[in-house]
């Protein structure tokens, strides 16, 4: 952590100077890891102690249901569809709700980012523009009223400070169109994360919205490449079925993907290393086991810093420029 907290700080000098003239710069390795949907409050509390353990900071992308009750799911209208609609459900109860708000706002405390997946998790791949404003003004009210929609008292302080802060967003099922992009351009996301790319990439930023691609690594024995993302390990492993007596094996091909990409990158362009997960279980929990072991593995190293998005974002954004900070 300590390691962690002097990347950040000086992430902005380019470099140290000395009696004897400006030392060799060095590059930050970045390892960005995130989690789709974040639901199940299990699941949370396992991954804020991860995030303690390791001293990782993790970007949340929240589907804005799972703050709805059975009662109060018809405050959700999504587009083309009838109110309290939902591919992915919602919270089974009002306690429920209460505990993930909980979970929502000590994760923010605590560094990590809160950041859009929309509501209903719908794929938008055929929505308009104004389909998606309608999708994210959701999300925004949502977020920002969970409190006085399910009637659990005010607000947090910094509850609203939080639902601000939202920057980036990463469309369902990875589903994109540039009728999605104008949108987010125009309600002022400043990040996109749902695309892919055949190699670990630095942020693009087109037309004021930047795009940080989940990178495709090569994964198994054949090495072959896939999405950095426990759900697709979870359909090549096992066809999307559970098998939990071969949960070894996964998790351990999960772990040697993740690891081997990072020595690639660490030893070579220190391009940022980037996994997505759920807050599903898969395989008897192989991915989130490979996921703790590679975090305990790589985050305490010298120049690594494991952050959101949302401060990667930050940190390349400085007069360090757009191949990341160096010091």
Same mark, same amino acid.
């Given at each position: 952590?300590?390691?962690?907290?002097?990347?950040?700080?000086?992430?902005?000098?380019?470099?140290?100077?000395?009696?004897?003239?400006?030392?060799?710069?060095?590059?930050?390795?970045?390892?960005?890891?995130?989690?789709?949907?974040?639901?199940?409050?299990?699941?949370?509390?396992?991954?804020?102690?991860?995030?303690?353990?390791?001293?990782?900071?993790?970007?949340?992308?929240?589907?804005?249901?799972?703050?709805?009750?059975?009662?109060?799911?018809?405050?959700?209208?999504?587009?083309?569809?009838?109110?309290?609609?939902?591919?992915?459900?919602?919270?089974?109860?009002?306690?429920?709700?209460?505990?993930?708000?909980?979970?929502?706002?000590?994760?923010?405390?605590?560094?990590?980012?809160?950041?859009?997946?929309?509501?209903?998790?719908?794929?938008?791949?055929?929505?308009?523009?104004?389909?998606?404003?309608? &999708?994210?003004?959701?999300?925004?009210?949502?977020?920002?009223?969970?409190?006085?929609?399910?009637?659990?008292?005010?607000?947090?302080?910094?509850?609203?400070?939080?639902?601000?802060?939202?920057?980036?967003?990463?469309?369902?099922?990875?589903?994109?169109?540039?009728?999605?992009?104008?949108?987010?351009?125009?309600?002022?996301?400043?990040?996109?994360?749902?695309?892919?790319?055949?190699?670990?990439?630095?942020?693009?930023?087109?037309?004021?919205?930047?795009?940080?691609?989940?990178?495709?690594?090569?994964?198994?024995?054949?090495?072959?490449?896939?999405?950095?993302?426990?759900?697709?390990?979870?359909?090549?492993?096992?066809?999307?079925?559970?098998?939990?007596?071969?949960?070894?094996?996964?998790?351990?091909?999960?772990?040697?993907?993740?690891?081997?990409?990072? &020595?690639?990158?660490?030893?070579?362009?220190?391009?940022?290393?980037?996994?997505?997960?759920?807050?599903?279980?898969?395989?008897?929990?192989?991915?989130?086991?490979?996921?703790?072991?590679?975090?305990?593995?790589?985050?305490?190293?010298?120049?690594?810093?494991?952050?959101?998005?949302?401060?990667?974002?930050?940190?390349?954004?400085?007069?360090?420029?757009?191949?990341?900070?160096?010091?």
């Amino acid at each position: 952590m300590l390691r962690l907290l002097l990347s950040l700080a000086l992430c902005c000098v380019p470099f140290a100077v000395s009696a004897s003239g400006p030392r060799q710069s060095v590059e930050i390795q970045y390892v960005l890891i995130s989690f789709d949907g974040a639901h199940d409050n299990q699941q949370w509390e396992r991954a804020l102690a991860m995030a303690e353990k390791s001293g990782a900071r993790f970007t949340f992308f929240l589907s804005c249901t799972f703050l709805l009750s059975p009662e109060t799911k018809d405050s959700y209208v999504p587009p083309h569809r009838s109110p309290g609609t939902s591919n992915v459900g919602f919270a089974k109860s009002r306690e429920e709700v209460a505990e993930r708000l909980d979970h929502i706002i000590t994760a923010y405390r605590r560094g990590n980012e809160i950041a859009g997946h929309g509501c209903g998790h719908f794929d938008g791949k055929d929505w308009s523009a104004a389909d998606w404003g309608e &999708e994210f003004d959701s999300f925004a009210r949502i977020l920002r009223g969970a409190h006085a929609i399910n009637d659990l008292g005010p607000a947090p302080a910094d509850w609203a400070r939080m639902a601000d802060s939202v920057s980036g967003f990463r469309a369902p099922y990875l589903s994109t169109s540039h009728a999605l992009f104008s949108a987010e351009r125009a309600k002022g996301y400043r990040y996109d994360a749902s695309t892919v790319s055949r190699d670990p990439a630095r942020r693009e930023t087109r037309e004021g919205l930047a795009f940080m691609p989940l990178p495709m690594i090569p994964e198994g024995p054949a090495g072959r490449r896939i999405i950095a993302m426990d759900y697709n390990w979870y359909v090549r492993h096992s066809a999307g079925l559970e098998r939990r007596s071969q949960a070894a094996e996964f998790e351990e091909r999960a772990y040697s993907a993740l690891i081997s990409e990072f &020595e690639r990158q660490y030893g070579g362009e220190r391009r940022p290393v980037q996994a997505g997960f759920h807050f599903t279980l898969m395989n008897g929990g192989a991915y989130w086991n490979a996921l703790e072991r590679f975090l305990a593995q790589v985050c305490d190293r010298d120049n690594v810093a494991c952050i959101p998005i949302a401060k990667y974002m930050a940190a390349t954004s400085s007069p360090c420029g757009e191949e990341g900070c160096r010091f």
